[in-house]
């Protein structure tokens, strides 16, 4: 799947930063086990909370993190004999996640002056993370309970 989060960072302290963060994706699940049979799912989940970078100084090598908030998760399903599910159900759930980042700009101070000046971009991380999400009501109909590792990229601006 792909998800995209966004983040406001408004507390920039010597003990870190604390920001508030909001996301969506689109993920397909092949082959999902549903009433005795399998079913193709699409989802799109939306997600929203805090996150507390260990950031201490400017070009950092690692930064650790953990973050934690509501998950919600649309989805739709079809059937493997071409029978579609009709309906939009919502899973509702809660998230944690924690992991490290790899500062880029510590191994390219110039590149990284380049982009903060013609681009406003000044911090690029190189991001690993493990999450999961667990649901709020165990017996709501829709379970996306998940566990996943993520990697991607983080601009800082």
Same mark, same amino acid.
């Given at each position: 799947?792909?998800?995209?989060?966004?983040?406001?960072?408004?507390?920039?302290?010597?003990?870190?930063?604390?920001?508030?963060?909001?996301?969506?994706?689109?993920?397909?699940?092949?082959?999902?086990?549903? =009433?005795?049979?399998? #079913? $193709?799912?699409?989802?799109?989940? /939306? @997600?929203? %909370? &805090?996150? +507390?970078?260990?950031?201490?100084?400017?070009?950092?090598?690692?930064?650790?993190?953990?973050?934690?908030?509501?998950?919600?998760?649309?989805?739709?399903?079809? =059937?493997?004999?071409? #029978? $579609?599910?009709?309906?939009?159900? /919502? @899973?509702? %759930? &809660?998230? +944690?996640?924690?992991?490290?980042?790899?500062?880029?700009?510590?191994?390219?101070?110039?590149?990284?002056?380049?982009?903060?000046?013609?681009?406003?971009?000044?911090?690029?991380?190189?991001?690993?993370?493990?999450?999961?999400?667990?649901?709020?009501?165990?017996?709501?109909?829709?379970?996306?309970?998940?566990?996943?590792?993520?990697?991607?990229?983080?601009?800082?601006?």
């Amino acid at each position: 799947g792909v998800n995209i989060g966004l983040e406001w960072i408004p507390f920039v302290t010597v003990v870190g930063k604390l920001a508030t963060t909001l996301g969506f994706g689109f993920n397909t699940i092949n082959n999902a086990p549903v =009433s005795g049979s399998t #079913a $193709t799912l699409y989802v799109v989940p /939306i @997600y929203g %909370g &805090l996150t +507390y970078r260990g950031d201490f100084f400017k070009n950092q090598v690692i930064v650790p993190f953990i973050s934690g908030g509501v998950d919600l998760g649309f989805s739709t399903q079809a =059937s493997k004999n071409g #029978a $579609t599910q009709g309906g939009l159900r /919502i @899973y509702e %759930g &809660l998230y +944690y996640t924690t992991g490290i980042e790899l500062c880029l700009n510590a191994f390219d101070p110039y590149s990284g002056r380049e982009l903060d000046s013609r681009v406003g971009i000044n911090g690029v991380y190189l991001t690993v993370m493990y999450m999961q999400s667990e649901p709020i009501n165990r017996t709501e109909t829709v379970n996306l309970a998940h566990k996943e590792f993520r990697l991607g990229v983080r601009f800082e601006i």
